[in-house]
């Protein structure tokens, strides 16, 4: 490390130098320098969503443009979530009291027989980065699991992962269950994980396939966004 490197004082920068700085932060995963970024942020009077939106969810859009990009990789996206996570610690209850703008309720959970769940961080991560409500149910969830939550928690979104090519059919299993209880429509269902792509999201009647937690974020603004002029325009 040259000293030059050395000398970054966060404090020193302009506020535009300083969000740059703290993307490269995220990027590299430095969770305490983040922590700093935020504080200095809100002492410079910018609100909790304008630190959150600028500062962290830009950063780690970048990061997962460039996980999809196969230029960074699982460890290094973990890291850079972990130290989004110590922002957003930050942040939570400042948001919470200001009323940051609400996205939308999400329930979040891998499939039954998966037990794999970096993606489903990643995405629960990001969307509420984003400004979205997240109830993650973890792994290996049974079809009951989902059913019971989205009903309890009255959620917007379903969001459903699984990396293994036998545990993708199981979403099917959830989609038609909703469909039996005749609530299918009351849900927006986003499907994701590596093995999947657009003509299995298509076939088991998912809304929408995400091919990353970017495309998560951006697909359920999309969704929420026309479901709240849907209801304005029946109104």
Not at 30 to 55: H, M, Q, S
Request: with cysteine; charged share 25%.
């Amino acid at each position: 490390m040259s000293d030059e490197e050395e000398d970054i004082i966060l404090s020193e920068l302009s506020d535009e130098e300083l969000v740059q700085q703290m993307h490269d932060d995220l990027y590299d995963g430095l969770k305490d320098e983040i922590l700093e970024g935020v504080n200095i942020l809100l002492e410079r009077e910018w609100t909790p969503y304008k630190v959150l939106t600028e500062a962290l969810v830009e950063g780690m859009r970048i990061v997962g443009i460039d996980f999809r990009d196969g230029i960074l990789f699982v460890p290094e996206v973990l890291l850079a979530a972990n130290a989004m996570k110590a922002g957003m610690g930050i942040l939570k209850p400042l948001l919470a009291e200001t009323g940051a703008p609400k996205q939308g309720k999400m329930v979040i959970g891998t499939v039954k027989g998966d037990i794999h769940d970096i993606g489903k961080n990643l995405v629960s991560m990001m969307m509420e980065g984003a400004g979205f409500e997240v109830v993650d149910l973890g792994i290996n969830n049974p079809v009951e699991n989902y059913i019971e939550a989205i009903e309890k928690e009255d959620a917007d979104i379903l969001g459903m992962s699984a990396l293994l090519t036998t545990t993708m059919p199981y979403m099917k299993v959830v989609i038609d269950e909703m469909k039996a209880k005749g609530i299918r429509e009351n849900y927006v269902v986003l499907v994701g994980g590596a093995p999947l792509n657009e003509e299995f999201g298509k076939a088991i009647g998912a809304d929408a396939y995400c091919r990353d937690a970017a495309v998560a974020v951006e697909t359920a603004k999309e969704y929420m966004a026309q479901r709240t002029h849907n209801q304005s325009a029946s109104s």
